[in-house]
C-alpha cells in the first residue's frame, strides 16, 4: 500500500509541508553578509516566527545560507560542510557575491557562480539584503519546497561529475585528495 | 633622537609629513646590520611591518621596513631595492620573530626569497600554480576569465558615471574616464 503512487505522493506533501516549516538554517557567515542574519533572527525581525532557527552543525541544519563572497579556500571548506549536511538540504545564495561575483568579479580568489560547485536553490539579491529581502528568500525556499521542487541534493548527486570537475578545477591538489561524499 | 640618527645615517631624509617620520634608503645587503643597530643602540624596537612595493618599470621591487620607537615617538621608514629578476634578500625573522609571517606573505604575494627563511611553503594561497598574485604583471582579469566564470549580463552594464555627468553637466577628468563603465 505505502509504495503505490498515489500514497507516496500523499506522503511526500506531508513532509514536504512539515519541513517548510521547521528549517533549521545553518548560517555560514562568509563576507559581510553574516550581519544581516543578527537582525533577522533577533526580536526585531524575529524569524523564528515562520520556522526558521540557526542549527549549530551541519548535520543538524536543513538549509545552508552561504552569506557573500566565497574565497577558493572557503569553497572547499563550504563543499566539505555541504557534503556532510544530511538530506532534506538546500543552500540559499545570500547577496550579489554569490551570484555573479559582485563588486569582486576580478578577484583572483573569489570565485563568481556559487552555482557551478554546489546546487543553489534560492537567490537572495542584493549588496547586502536587508533582512526583509531574507525572509522573503526564505518564504520562497519554503513555497519552493511546499512545491516539492527543492531538489537541489538530488541535483547535485545526478551531476556529481560536473560539480566535481569544476570543484577541482579550483583546487585541484585538495579535491583530488579528499573523499567524495563521504566526509 | 632625529638629529642623532641624521648624525649617523646622513641620507635619512626627514620627509615631515607628520613631524616625526624619516625615511632612509640601505643597500639590499645592509639591511639586516642597519636593522640590527637602529634596534641595539637607537631604540626602535618595535618592526611595524614590511611593506612591498612591486616598481615594474624599473625592474625593482621595495621593501619599506616600518619601524618604531616607542621612547622617542619616532617612525623610521627603511627602505631597500632588489632586483626583480633574482629577488633574494636576507632573512630577519631573528631580529624580530614577527618578520617571519611578514616574510612568508612576501614570498607567496610577491616571489621574493629570503634566504635562511624556516617557514612552511603555503602561507595564505593554497594550491597556486600562477605568477605570484601581486605582482604587477599578473593580469587579474586574465586569470578570472580563464578559471572561473562570468554570469552573462555584465557585458551590457550601462556607463552609469557618464550618464550622471551629462545630466548634471559635470565634467570627468581624462584620467577618470578609463575608470568609468
Keep these: ?183 | 633622537m632625529i638629529a642623532q640618527i641624521k648624525a649617523v645615517f646622513p641620507e635619512a631624509v626627514n620627509k615631515d609629513y607628520d613631524g616625526n617620520r624619516l625615511d632612509l634608503t640601505v643597500n639590499k645587503e645592509a639591511v639586516p646590520s642597519v636593522l640590527l643597530y637602529l634596534k641595539d643602540s637607537m631604540g626602535f624596537r618595535h618592526l611595524s611591518h614590511i611593506a612591498y612595493v612591486d616598481w615594474i618599470e624599473q625592474g625593482e621591487f621595495e621593501l619599506v621596513y616600518i619601524l618604531w620607537s616607542p621612547l622617542d615617538k619616532v617612525k623610521l621608514y627603511v627602505h631597500t631595492r632588489i632586483n626583480r629578476e633574482n629577488p633574494v634578500i636576507e632573512n630577519i625573522d631573528m631580529i624580530w620573530r614577527q618578520a617571519n609571517t611578514y616574510e612568508r606573505e612576501i614570498r607567496e604575494m610577491l616571489g621574493i626569497e629570503f634566504t635562511g627563511l624556516v617557514a612552511p611553503d603555503e602561507f595564505i594561497l593554497e594550491d597556486w600554480d600562477d605568477i605570484p598574485p601581486f605582482r604587477k604583471d599578473f593580469d587579474t582579469l586574465e586569470y578570472v576569465n580563464r578559471t572561473f566564470w562570468h554570469r552573462p549580463g555584465r557585458e551590457d552594464a550601462q556607463d552609469v558615471r557618464s550618464t550622471i555627468s551629462e545630466r548634471s553637466g559635470e565634467e570627468i577628468p581624462d584620467f577618470a574616464k578609463k575608470y568609468s563603465r
Design chain 1, 1 to 183: 500500500m505505502y509504495n503505490d503512487k498515489n500514497s507516496k505522493k500523499i506522503v511526500e506533501t506531508i513532509q514536504n509541508w512539515a519541513r517548510s516549516h521547521s528549517i533549521w538554517v545553518l548560517a555560514y557567515g562568509t563576507g559581510c553578509g553574516a550581519i544581516e542574519i543578527s537582525p533577522t533572527m533577533t526580536s526585531r525581525y524575529d524569524a523564528e516566527r515562520l520556522g526558521f532557527r540557526g542549527a549549530a552543525t551541519p548535520r543538524q541544519a536543513d538549509v545552508m545560507l552561504i552569506t557573500g563572497y566565497l574565497t577558493v579556500k572557503t569553497v572547499k571548506r563550504v563543499v566539505r560542510v555541504y557534503e556532510q549536511m544530511q538530506s532534506p538540504k538546500y543552500v540559499v545564495g545570500f547577496g550579489s557575491c554569490t551570484i555573479n561575483g559582485g563588486m569582486y568579479y576580478d578577484s583572483y580568489n573569489t570565485i563568481n557562480l556559487l552555482d557551478r560547485y554546489l546546487p543553489v536553490d534560492v537567490y537572495i539579491n542584493g549588496c547586502m539584503p536587508r533582512p526583509e529581502a531574507v525572509l522573503a528568500g526564505l518564504s520562497k525556499l519554503q513555497q519552493i519546497i511546499r512545491e516539492g521542487n527543492a531538489n537541489g541534493a538530488e541535483k547535485y548527486l545526478e551531476n556529481l561529475a560536473w560539480y566535481k570537475e569544476n570543484q577541482r578545477k579550483i583546487a585541484p591538489n585538495w579535491i583530488a585528495k579528499a573523499p567524495d561524499l563521504n566526509w
